[in-house]
T-cell receptor, first 113, second 113 residues
C-alpha cells in the first residue's frame, strides 16, 4: 500500500534551472495538494487540484506551475528556480467526500544554490 | 476564516512525564479535527482524528477530545517516551480552497531519557 509517493526525495538545483516534482497516489483520491514547509513559516499551500484536469492557486503560487493530466498524478514545476524556493515540498491527497483527512507523501527536500 | 492556534514550543519533557499540547480552532460548520505528527526527516502522518463534537480520537497512547463548547482539541499522553520526540500539528479541513488542510504552527516535543 504505497499511498502518496513523491519523486525525487532530494534535489539540488542551480539558480535558473528548471525541474518537475512528481506526486503519485494510488487511493483514487479526487483532491491533491502541494505544500511547502519552511522553518518558522509552517506549511503553506502552493497549488491544489479538485479533480483530473483542474488546478487552482493556493497561498504562495508564484514561481510554480502544476498539472493534473491523470487523476493519480499531480506535478509541480519550477521553471526558473530561485534560492527562495529552497524548501521541503509535500504532496497530499484526499477523497472528495466531505471534510476528511489528507494523506501526505514523505517530502522532497529541494536546495537551490 | 478557518484557523488553528496551538501552543508554541519547544516542549521538553522527561520520559514517562504527562504531555498536553493545547489546540483551539475557529471554523465554519463542524469539521473533523486532526492531529498530525512529523518525525525528524519524515512526512506528516495522521496521528488521530475526531469527526464530531465530544468524539475522542486515540492512537499510540495519545488522546484528544473534540470540545465544541470551548472550540478545543488538546492532545494528551499519560507517559511519553523518547520515541515520541517529533513535531505535532493540530489541523482541520477548510470549507474553502478545495478543503485544504489548515495547520497550526506545530509544536516540537523533545523527550529526554
Amino acid at each position: 500500500n504505497a499511498g502518496v509517493t513523491q519523486t525525487p526525495k532530494f534535489r539540488v538545483l542551480k539558480t535558473g534551472q528548471s525541474m518537475t516534482l512528481l506526486c503519485a497516489q494510488d487511493m483514487n483520491h479526487e483532491y491533491m495538494y502541494w505544500y511547502r514547509q519552511d522553518p518558522g513559516m509552517g506549511l503553506r499551500l502552493i497549488h491544489y487540484s479538485v479533480g483530473e484536469g483542474t488546478t487552482a492557486k493556493g497561498e504562495v503560487p508564484d514561481g510554480y506551475n502544476v498539472s493534473r493530466l491523470k487523476k493519480q498524478n499531480f506535478l509541480l514545476g519550477l521553471e526558473s528556480a530561485a534560492p527562495s524556493q529552497t524548501s521541503v515540498y509535500f504532496c497530499a491527497s484526499r477523497t472528495g467526500q466531505g471534510r476528511t483527512e489528507a494523506f501526505f507523501g514523505q517530502g522532497t527536500r529541494l536546495t537551490v544554490v | 476564516g478557518d484557523s488553528v492556534t496551538q501552543m508554541e514550543g519547544p516542549v521538553t519533557l522527561s520520559e514517562e512525564a504527562f504531555l498536553t499540547i493545547n489546540c483551539t480552532y475557529t471554523a465554519t460548520g463542524y469539521p473533523s479535527l486532526f492531529w498530525y505528527v512529523q518525525y525528524p526527516g519524515e512526512g506528516l502522518q495522521l496521528l488521530l482524528k475526531a469527526t464530531k463534537a465530544d468524539d475522542k480520537g486515540s492512537n499510540k497512547g495519545f488522546e484528544a477530545t473534540y470540545r465544541k463548547e470551548t472550540t478545543s482539541f488538546h492532545l494528551e499522553k499519560g507517559s511519553v517516551q523518547v520515541s515520541d520526540s517529533a513535531v505535532y500539528f493540530c489541523a482541520l479541513p477548510s470549507h474553502t480552497g478545495g478543503f485544504k488542510t489548515i495547520f497550526g504552527a506545530g509544536t516540537r516535543l523533545f523527550v529526554k531519557a
